[in-house]
């Protein structure tokens, strides 16, 4: 079973500034197999990021997923106030299995 | 536009069954996966399982297995989640979500609203 571990768990930065976000696996896994979502409090999660650096429909270019292996991050430029949020990695096994990783914090400086 | 809408709130005693639901709506209902993923009060999200509503095929999270079942009517583009015999530890949010096709076919692209579950006596 994958295990995602991401870091850190809170990131305090400024508007404007640029996030970057990790996403380590327990073992080397596909691009193919990597997302990344974007949960605001009291809504449920958004699709961001698929296939490690995809976007979704409808995702500024301000976010772009990068990585292989067991390495991947999720880079947000240009910090928006509507970015601050839980992003969380999700890996897709075996048997239609997903994890998810435990989430990081982005908050306001 | 696609569309998942939740079943509402519900507030439960420990030992209580209870069956929550998850409409899909402007897709082929048949035709996509449905998962159902746990949020525990501010915690992460955790995969439970997923089901093909066209054949019932379901998969389900080891950590879920026995604890849950997941179904789905097709006649009526719905999923369900049940629990025989809740437990306080059932206390979360709980999304439905439709695992997407094509170059979507690893993630959840749609989710639905949430429905609380409260298990409080």
């Known amino acids: 079973e994958i295990v995602l571990t991401q870091s850190p768990g809170t990131l305090s930065l400024s508007p404007g500034e640029t996030a970057t976000l990790s996403c380590r696996a327990s073992q080397s896994i596909s691009t193919t197999y990597l997302a990344w979502y974007q949960q605001k409090p009291g809504q449920p999660p958004r699709l961001l990021i698929y296939g490690a650096s995809s976007r979704a429909t409808g995702i500024p270019d301000r976010f772009s997923g990068s990585g292989s292996g067991t390495d991947f991050a999720l880079t947000i430029s240009r910090l928006e106030p509507e970015d601050f949020a839980v992003y969380y990695c999700q890996h897709y096994g075996m048997s239609r299995a997903y994890t998810f990783g435990q989430g990081t914090k982005l908050e306001i400086k | 536009e696609v569309q998942l809408v939740q079943s509402g709130a519900e507030v439960k005693k420990p030992g209580e069954s209870l069956k929550i639901s998850c409409k899909g709506s402007?897709?082929?209902?048949?035709?996509?996966?449905i998962g159902w993923v746990r949020q525990m009060p501010g915690k992460g999200l955790e995969w439970m399982g997923v089901i093909y509503p066209g054949d019932s095929d379901t998969r389900y999270s080891p950590s879920f297995q026995g604890q849950v079942t997941i179904s789905a009517d097709k006649s009526i583009s719905t999923a369900y989640l049940q629990w025989s015999s809740l437990k306080a530890s059932d206390t979360a949010m709980y999304y439905c979500?439709?695992?997407?096709?094509?170059?979507?076919?690893?993630?959840?692209?749609?989710w639905g609203q949430g429905t609380l579950v409260t298990v409080s006596s």
């Open positions: 402007e897709y082929s209902f048949n035709n996509y996966w």
């Open positions: 979500a439709r695992q997407g096709r094509g170059p979507y076919s690893k993630v959840f692209d749609y």
